[in-house]
């Protein structure tokens, strides 16, 4: 079993939707949740972080841990084409050693 | 927030060559150092990671003889992909860690090889 699970999609939503986007981990030490966006051909930008478990917003994105799940969530309210990228979730259990999943391909259609 | 860069954004190397890629952070002092190299639409696959000085850790798989690591500074770490072959094209990705206490991950802009 892989330590990160992430729908390798593709996504594709109407301008304006709301999107949701998901990974799962086995490791219930991981207490350091990221979310990256990476446009193609880029590096990966960090969009969020979170520390356990709780949710975090910063203007459209909202980020969600459910430790006793093993599930963690972004949100991205009132989509915009501009955030069509590919959206990578990360995690650790010590802030030393990453896993990342395999990402998760969003397009938005205008 | 914080800034790592790389250079060259983009190399293309003929076949037997070594090509050297420097991550530098630009804004902060980076004890630890990822490199990560990234095959089309599939997920970063880390490297190996690198201490400011001390000797980087392979992860399995990969050739220490072949990417050589130097994390010389605490704002510059280079890899150098000795003897390259067309099978080492690929998007190389550096990521910078600032010290203890903190687990964000900055990425640089990524390093195209081609290797011919």
């Known amino acids: 079993q892989k330590e990160v699970e992430q729908d390798p999609g593709p996504l594709s939503v109407p301008e304006g939707a709301i999107v949701s986007l998901n990974c799962t981990y086995s490791?219930?030490?991981?207490?350091?949740f990221m979310w990256y966006r990476q446009y193609s051909r880029k590096g990966p930008e960090l969009l969020m972080y979170t520390y356990s478990s709780g949710n975090k917003e910063d203007g459209r994105f909202t980020a969600q841990v459910d430790k006793s799940s093993k599930y963690i969530s972004l949100f991205i309210r009132d989509s915009q084409p501009s955030d069509s990228a590919t959206y990578l979730c990360a995690m650790s259990a010590n802030g030393n050693q990453f896993y990342f999943g395999t990402g998760t391909s969003l397009t938005v259609i205008p | 927030g914080a800034v790592v860069s790389q250079h060259p954004s983009r190399v293309i190397c003929k076949s037997g060559t070594s090509v050297k890629i420097e991550c530098r952070s630009l804004?902060?002092?980076?004890?630890?150092m990822f490199w990560y190299r990234q095959f089309p639409k599939q997920s970063l696959m880390l490297m190996a990671t690198s201490n400011e000085g001390s000797k980087a850790t392979y992860e399995q798989g990969v050739e220490k003889d072949k990417f050589l690591i130097n994390h010389a500074s605490l704002t510059l770490s280079t890899l150098t992909v000795t003897s390259a072959h067309p099978e080492d094209s690929s998007f190389y990705i550096c990521?910078?860690?600032?010290?203890?206490?903190?687990?964000?991950?900055?990425f640089g802009p990524g390093t195209r090889l081609t290797v011919t």
């Open positions: 990521s910078a860690k600032a010290g203890q206490g903190s687990y964000e991950q900055y």
């Open positions: 804004d902060f002092q980076a004890t630890t």
């Open positions: 490791n219930s030490a991981f207490q350091y």
